[in-house]
Structures are given as structure tokens and as C-alpha cells.
Nanobody
Framework: QVQLVESGGGLVLPGGSLRLSCVASGSIFNIYAWAWYRQAPGNLHELVAAITSGGSTNYADSVKGRFTISRDNAKNTVYLQMNSLKPEDTAVYVC????????????WGQGTQVTVSS
């Protein structure tokens, strides 16, 4: 079975950095895009960053210039480098792999907590 396993979350001071990783295990094919979402209590589930199979990226306005999404196809892994972290970045971060073809299916990780606080 396909599983997305995330790591790298934790507690960090404002202005600090974290790198989240999400590794896909099992058989997964034709990944169209990887994405990171986040949700904090009282806030909507929101797209943070995404990267397509062609390498194009997009980011939420709130994280542009601070976060970078990347992938390692050989390792079936997506990363989210988070710099200059702010308290408002505190949330559960969830990775997603979008499989297209044979069949179309989206896989979701379990979520990892990121807390930015003094």
C-alpha cells in the first residue's frame, strides 16, 4: 500500500528554519504534483506550496520568499524548506501526492506539527 510519511516538524523560534520531508512508500506512479497544505485551529485548510512533474512551483502569498518546495524523484520524496518562520506559520503540515493515470488518486500524509514560538 502507498503511504506518505512526513518528518521534520517540531518547535522552532521565530526567525528559525525547519525542513519538512515527505517520503512515499509503496508503488506510486505518474505523480503529477506534490503539495504541502497546512491547517491551524480556527483556520481553513490552505495550500502552502506545490510542485508539478515539470518542476513548476507555486506558493501561498504568505510564504513567498521564505519557503521552498523541492522534490527528489529518485527518493520519491518532497521537501519543504521553511525559513524566517513566524508564529502564524504554526500549523499541522500535510503533504499530498497527486497521481494521475491508472488510476487518478490523491495520497495524503498523516500531518506533522510545526510550532513557531518563543
Amino acid at each position: 500500500q502507498v503511504q506518505l510519511v512526513e518528518s521534520g516538524g517540531g518547535l522552532v523560534l521565530p526567525g528559525g528554519s525547519l525542513r519538512l520531508s515527505c517520503v512515499a512508500s509503496g508503488s506510486i506512479f505518474n505523480i503529477y504534483a506534490w503539495a504541502w497544505y497546512r491547517q491551524a485551529p480556527g483556520n481553513l485548510h490552505e495550500l502552502v506550496a506545490a510542485i508539478t512533474s515539470g518542476g513548476s512551483t507555486n506558493y501561498a502569498d504568505s510564504v513567498k520568499g521564505r519557503f521552498t518546495i523541492s522534490r527528489d524523484n529518485a527518493k520519491n520524496t518532497v521537501y519543504l524548506q521553511m525559513n524566517s518562520l513566524k508564529p502564524e506559520d504554526t500549523a499541522v503540515y500535510v503533504c499530498k501526492a497527486e497521481q494521475r493515470g491508472d488510476p487518478d488518486f490523491d495520497y495524503w500524509g498523516q500531518g506533522t506539527q510545526v510550532t513557531v514560538s518563543s
